[in-house]
């Protein structure tokens, strides 16, 4: 079957290169590339967690890297690096094989260090393993003391959370993960590296045989004298000192504590990202800073996009523009797309100088959904797309709706119009292939009011409409057809811009005038709501989203927002 590695080339991949299954998708290779095909969509992992995974930048490890696209331009996996000539950790812990291989006490505490300097590595990063289990490392075949690190894309990254864990290497004794919950499952692993059993195993008269979370829970390990071991158990002689103490501290004390350092050297572990502020049940982090005041915060295919008005920054990469510039990025090869109207007619552009080839389309306001640009003249929206044709990209006419010529306005991806003096939205939904629609739907609750501003966002609606010499805020959440919907009105709102994100797992946070943050579900007809307020929440803050990280813009800095628990 032919897929895209979006930015790049297609590969088609066949059974030939069919590697493994597993309960998610299906493993291929091909060249230097493994790729991972999602049996389900639902499964995919979020592009976002994508992007927060680039920033492990060690060779050994094998993180999830390009996304792969169906030919509807669909999400459907990933690729990353193929390393081939590996073992399973877990035989490092067996007496034959070492024996065979020729593996020493010597290779094994070079193999434990290098892992422990990577898992170092990872936390610097802000990320977890989490579920570091025997079976998440392979060990280079012919060195045998070089760790590779797998199943990256369960990791736990700033803003995604991981939940799973094999139970014979959790702490029992915390309820969440942190860098000293992960020390505590790496020192399971380097025990059975150093003597070849899990230091929970063995027997002891007072638990039964392989209870293990129970021994785990009081501190009963391999080196309580009441427990005894298998015969094929190596000395614990052959542990380095400054390991066994520490085994000893973690294993039969409770004690939690990073991983001790070579004798005469000193073990600098990095430290995990610390909030800017915090209070209860919020956390901000500063992101990012800009040389000029951000103007709109956008996402798209893993990547971050800031426009400041004369500069749009792609991740890392600056484009100078000029005011009122879009950016789009062609289907496949992810190719920079520029659009802007000048003197009343749509202008596209490639690296921001070379005019792309279009007819002359005239157009009085713009605006992007979901990496499609919607054009509007008079009384016809245009949907335009972009597409790959060698090095080239071609725009594309994929579809021409009808609006009212003088009653209708442009807002935030939504169109307010009326229709013989009855309310009437217009929602785009742009769609991969042939499938984008657009939404015609009267909506009486909206008459008598003038709107001022205007959002649209999943299905989610925010108004801010004058009626009765007052400002109203005016919010609508649409089931998943647009075919239903439910009304909350706020009277007597001041007049401010719609400041909502929703989160790809559904939910919405908001901030009014009152400086709170508004916490609710983006389905209609459920009235659950909380709010939060905090000293540093005010309405110079602009909400928005990359997946389900929530986040907000002020002035020049772009920061992160975590509710406590999330």
Known sequence: MKYFIRGKQSVTLSPNDFIAKGGEGQIYGKGDRVFKIYISLSAMIPEAKIRELQVLALPNILKPEDVLLDKKNRPVGFSMKWVRDTLPLCKFFTNDFRNRNGVTAASVLELVENLKDTIAYIHSGNCLIVDGNEFNYLVDKKDRVSPYLIDTDSYQTPTYPATAIMPSIRDWHS???????????????????????????????????????????????????????????????????????????LFEKGERMPPPALPGQVMILPQMLRSIQSGTGLEIEELGKYDEIILWHRYYAGMRIICTGEHI?????????????????????????????????????????????????????????????????????????????GKKVVPNIRNVWNIMPHSAEVFDGIICQSVLGQPWLVIPLPADGENSSCIVKAVPELEGYRIIEAKHEGGVCMFIGHKENRYDRILLRFDKKYENYDVRVTADADLHTPNFAKLDKGIVVSLHEEDQLEIFSAQPFRPEKKKISHPDTDQRMRLCREGNSLMFFREKQLYGLRMGGN
């Open 175 to 249: 309820k969440g993960f942190s860098p000293l919950t992960e020390w505590f499952s790496f020192a399971i692993i380097a025990c059975q590296l150093f003597v070849g059993i899990h230091p929970y195993k063995g027997r002891h008269p007072a638990f039964k045989k392989n209870d293990l979370e129970t021994r785990m829970k009081a501190n009963v390990s391999i080196f309580n004298p009441q427990v005894k071991t298998p015969p094929a158990v190596r000395d614990f002689g052959i542990i380095p000192n400054h390991y066994m103490d520490w085994f000893i501290a």
């Open 313 to 389: 920054f792609v991740d890392n990469k600056e484009y100078p523009v000029s005011p009122g510039t879009e950016i789009l990025f062609s289907q496949k090869k992810m190719i920079p797309v520029f659009a802007r109207v000048e003197k009343g007619h749509l202008k596209l552009y490639s690296d921001t100088a070379y005019e792309l080839p279009f007819p002359d389309l005239r157009a009085d306001d713009i605006m992007v959904i979901a990496n499609t640009l919607y054009s509007r003249y008079l009384g016809d929206l245009t949907e335009i797309s972009f597409d790959d044709m």
